[in-house]
């Protein structure tokens, strides 16, 4: 089974950028693919894109394409979200989850949560 943890959450200007880290620990991600999810204050949770592993292979829903950049770190077993441009409506908690490549499963390990504040 593997666990998922973020890290790199904080407090910056509108415009400014910040990295987010998706730890993998208890497994290799090399057979699963990589979600990365936000949920602001008072909203649902929305998917902001995700990685395919094994290929590197990314998608992004439309209102972080171009600001938002996925990669992954085969030594360190991690996913980072680079996020650049941010703006306001980007201030919610991300979380990081994980689901087994080639499957309808549904995202099934999921992380805490780190809080990405964007100020005007």
């Known amino acids: 089974q593997v666990q998922v943890a973020e890290s790199g959450g904080g407090l910056v200007q509108a415009g400014g950028s910040l990295r987010l880290s998706c730890a993998a620990s208890?497994?290799?991600?090399?057979?699963?693919?990589v979600g990365w999810f936000r949920q602001a204050p008072g909203k649902g949770r929305e998917f902001v894109g995700a990685?395919?592993?094994?290929?590197?292979?990314?998608t992004y829903t439309d209102s972080v394409k171009g600001r938002f950049t996925i990669s992954r770190d085969n030594a360190k077993n991690t996913v980072y979200l680079q996020m650049n441009s941010l703006k306001p409506e980007d201030t919610a908690v991300y979380y990081c989850?994980?689901?087994?490549?080639?499957?309808?499963?549904?995202?099934?390990?999921w992380g805490q949560g780190t809080q990405v504040t964007v100020s005007s």
């Open positions: 208890g497994r290799t991600l090399s057979s699963y693919t």
């Open positions: 990685i395919r592993w094994s290929d590197g292979s990314d």
């Open positions: 989850a994980a689901k087994m490549t080639g499957t309808p499963m549904a995202f099934g390990y």
